[in-house]
């Protein structure tokens, strides 16, 4: 059986601004204007990476006033973990057993 993991999507979280965002929205749910403020990133660079994430299904958007509040999505976190556990768990297995290909 073969364990995929979504290459999409770890491209979306390899930017280092897109993860520290992640990284907030975990603990909180922030504005743009928070997110401009915790990151130093200019609004309109904010806003693309902010469209990335919404796109992948990262985050969700919630509107209030003239604001947008972002949210992350917790289980796309967690399914992109548990195909990286389900590889590990795999890898100990075909180690323990010892399981490798002839050379030709």
């Not at 204007?33 to 992948?56: D, F, M, P």
């Not at 399914?79 to 297995?93: I, P, V, Y």
């Amino acid at each position: 059986m073969m364990t995929s993991v979504d290459t999409d999507l770890i491209r979306v979280l390899a930017d280092p601004l897109r993860l520290q965002i992640v990284t907030l929205l975990a603990r909180e749910t922030l504005c743009t204007t928070h997110l401009v403020e915790e990151t130093g990133a200019k609004q309109t660079n904010l806003s693309n990476h902010l469209r990335v994430l919404r796109e992948a299904g990262v985050v969700d958007t919630e509107p209030c006033g003239r604001f947008t509040y972002y949210k992350l999505r917790p289980e796309v976190i967690e399914d992109l973990a548990g195909s990286f556990a389900t590889l590990a768990s795999t890898a100990r297995l075909n180690q323990a057993a010892d399981i490798k290909r002839a050379c030709p």
